[in-house]
T-cell receptor, first 114, second 112 residues
Framework: QKEVEQDPGPLSVPEGAIVSLNCTYS??????FMWYRQYSRKGPELLMY????GNKEDGRFTAQVDKSSKYISLFIRDSQPSDSATYLC??????????????FGKGTKLSVKP | EAQVTQNPRYLITVTGKKLTVTCSQN?????MSWYRQDPGLGLRQIYY???????DKGDVPEGYKVSRKEKRNFPLILESPSPNQTSLYFC???????????FGPGTRLTVT
C-alpha cells in the first residue's frame, strides 16, 4: 500500500460546480497536510496548509483533515476555469530532518469548463 | 523577487554524457530538495539538504549526486545519464523552521 493515495482523475466539471478532491494515507505519524496546485509547465505552489485535524477555509477553498480516518479533502466552491490545474496533496510528520520531508500524492488533474 | 531558479529548463542529451542541472534560491533557505515527476508516479524526492555540506538521500537517489557548498545553490549531477532518468525535475527550498516549500519552474530532461 502506498503511503499516500490520490485519485489521478482526470476530473472535468462545469464552471460554478463544487469540486471535491481527496487523499488517503497510511502513516499515522503524519501531522502536517498540504495542498499544492500545479499549472501546466509550472512548478507546484502551496495552496492550503492544515496542521492535525480540522477544517481551514481560504476564500473559495476549504481543506479538511480527518486523522481518525486518515483522509484529507480539498473543496473548491464556485469553481472557475482558472482553477484548471493538477492538485497535489502532500504531508509530513514534522519539520526537522527527514520528518520534514514531504510525501506527495500523484495529483488529480482538474478541468473546469466555461 | 523571492524565487527558485533552475537551469537549463529543457535538456536533451545522450546516454552516458555527464550533466549538471543547477538550482539557486535567493531566500536564504536552509532546506533544499530535488524531486522528479513522472506520469502515474507523481513527485518523488531524489535528495535533500538541511544546510551547507549536509545532504541525504530521498526516495529515488540511484544515479544522482548532489552537493551543497553554498547555501543558495544545490546542483543535481547525473554522472552517466540513462533513458530511465528522462523526467521532469524540480528543485525546491524552504526555511528550516517553516513548512512552505517553494518550487522552481522545472527542468525537462530527455536522455536518448
Amino acid at each position: 500500500q502506498k503511503e499516500v493515495e490520490q485519485d489521478p482523475g482526470p476530473l472535468s466539471v462545469p464552471e460554478g460546480a463544487i469540486v471535491s478532491l481527496n487523499c488517503t494515507y497510511s502513516n499515522s505519524a503524519f501531522q502536517y497536510f498540504m495542498w499544492y496546485r500545479q499549472y501546466s509547465r509550472k512548478g507546484p505552489e502551496l495552496l492550503m496548509y492544515t496542521y492535525s485535524s480540522g477544517n481551514k477555509e481560504d476564500g473559495r477553498f476549504t481543506a479538511q483533515v480527518d486523522k481518525s480516518s486518515k483522509y484529507i479533502s480539498l473543496f473548491i466552491r464556485d469553481s472557475q476555469p482558472s482553477d484548471s490545474a493538477t492538485y497535489l496533496c502532500a504531508m509530513s510528520a514534522g519539520y526537522g530532518g527527514s520528518q520534514g520531508n514531504l510525501i506527495f500524492g500523484k495529483g488529480t488533474k482538474l478541468s473546469v469548463k466555461p | 523577487e523571492a524565487q527558485v531558479t533552475q537551469n537549463p529548463r529543457y535538456l536533451i542529451t545522450v546516454t552516458g554524457k555527464k550533466l549538471t542541472v543547477t538550482c539557486s534560491q535567493n531566500m536564504n533557505h536552509e532546506y533544499m530538495s530535488w524531486y522528479r515527476q513522472d506520469p502515474g508516479l507523481g513527485l518523488r524526492q531524489i535528495y535533500y539538504s538541511m544546510n551547507v555540506e549536509v545532504t541525504d538521500k530521498g526516495d529515488v537517489p540511484e544515479g544522482y549526486k548532489v552537493s551543497r557548498k553554498e547555501k543558495r545553490n544545490f546542483p543535481l549531477i547525473l554522472e552517466s545519464p540513462s533513458p530511465n532518468q528522462t523526467s521532469l525535475y524540480f528543485c525546491a527550498s524552504r526555511a528550516g523552521h517553516l513548512y512552505e516549500q517553494y518550487f522552481g519552474p522545472g527542468t525537462r530532461l530527455t536522455v536518448t
